[in-house]
């Protein structure tokens, strides 16, 4: 196990294993929403605290949570957590795991950094501490380290600062899973893709779809369309996972293609074709309704 001065230890990646603990996050007071979409998943053992929803799946029910999920913001793979993340702190956390079992020396990786500490003064500081870290722990391994790429990693890690906390994790979604594909420019205040889906899930969208097939959906402001489109993606049961161009967690050594390709078969197979009134948007600003 890896100890951890703080919560329970987290026990290392082992890729022969049928299941593990994983860590989805959610922006404040969706928690529930991100549970109850879980659950829906096949997720078990679900656990609240104040960094998120940890559950265990297997690996078709994460890849399910990958695709799927409308709310969460991020579905992690935690590795380490520590307190007091001082720059030192941040790169022996990430020194001592063994990054060879979880990633190769041919796949790019990054390091994001979210929320703060007074422990740290520049996030980006921390991150380059993980990133050291992770880095010179290859080398011991191999004598090699793998390359950085900040804009199209193959693996993105991630440090969540939580005060005087800190947890290290990888990052299955690489990156926001808001970031749907489909948001070109999006006007003066674009809503998250994922508060615009909670937002109809709390107004009732998904279950007035059931039992109202004939539902007309209007949003009179709808600036460039999430609402619009996030209702759009609800009626015709489209996993939001589908539009992300080249989404797979494919640097991951746990990540199995063929599986991953089954579960996306699937997720098209639920798509079906929407044969209600069409779903409305308007919007005075051209530009906003253009994006
Ligand atoms: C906060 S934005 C909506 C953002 C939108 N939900 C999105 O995700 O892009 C509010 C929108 O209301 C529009 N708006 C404000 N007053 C309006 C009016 N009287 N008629 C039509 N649209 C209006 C603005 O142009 C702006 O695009």
Redesign the pocket.
């Known amino acids: 196990m890896t100890e951890s001065s703080s919560g329970e230890p987290i026990a290392p990646f082992d890729p022969t294993a049928d299941d593990h603990e994983y860590l989805a996050t959610a922006a404040g007071g969706l928690a529930p929403l991100v549970a109850r979409e879980l659950e829906g998943f096949g997720a078990l053992d679900l656990r609240e605290d104040r960094a998120g929803i940890h559950f265990r799946a297997d690996l078709a029910t994460l890849y399910r949570c990958l695709l799927g999920s409308r709310v969460a913001s991020r579905i992690l793979l935690p590795l380490a957590r520590f307190d007091e993340p001082d720059g030192d702190a941040c790169y022996v956390a990430s020194r001592t795991l063994h990054w060879p079992a979880l990633f190769g020396l041919n796949a790019t990786f990054a390091v994001d950094v979210t929320g703060k500490s007074s422990h740290i003064g520049h996030t980006h500081f921390a991150g380059v501490r993980v990133k050291d870290g992770i880095a010179d722990a290859f080398r011991d391994a191999t004598g090699e380290r793998p390359d950085v790429d900040a804009a199209d990693p193959d693996v993105r890690v991630l440090l969540q600062l939580q005060g005087r906390q800190a947890q290290v994790s990888l990052d299955l979604g690489n990156g926001g899973l808001h970031r749907r594909g489909y948001r070109g420019s999006?006007?003066?205040?674009?809503?998250r893709e994922n508060l615009?889906a909670a937002l109809l899930m709390r107004a009732g969208w998904p279950e007035h779809l059931e039992t109202h097939p004939d539902a007309q959906f209007l949003d009179?402001?709808?600036?460039?369309?999430?609402?619009v489109i996030e209702a759009a993606l609800m009626a015709t049961h489209t996993a939001p996972g589908l539009l992300r161009e080249g989404f797979r967690p494919h640097g991951w050594s746990g990540h199995d293609a063929g599986l991953w390709d089954r579960c996306v078969a699937e997720a098209r197979d639920a798509v079906r074709a929407w044969d209600g009134p069409a779903l409305l948007g308007?919007?005075?600003?051209r530009g906003?309704v253009a994006a």
């Not at 999006?186 to 809503?191: I, S, V």
């Not at 009179?220 to 609402?227: A, E, I, M, R, V």
């Not at 308007?282 to 600003?285: H, I, K, L, M, V």
Request: glycine share 20%.
């Open positions: 999006g006007g003066d205040a674009p809503l615009a009179p402001f709808c600036g460039s369309g999430t609402l308007s919007d005075r600003d906003a």
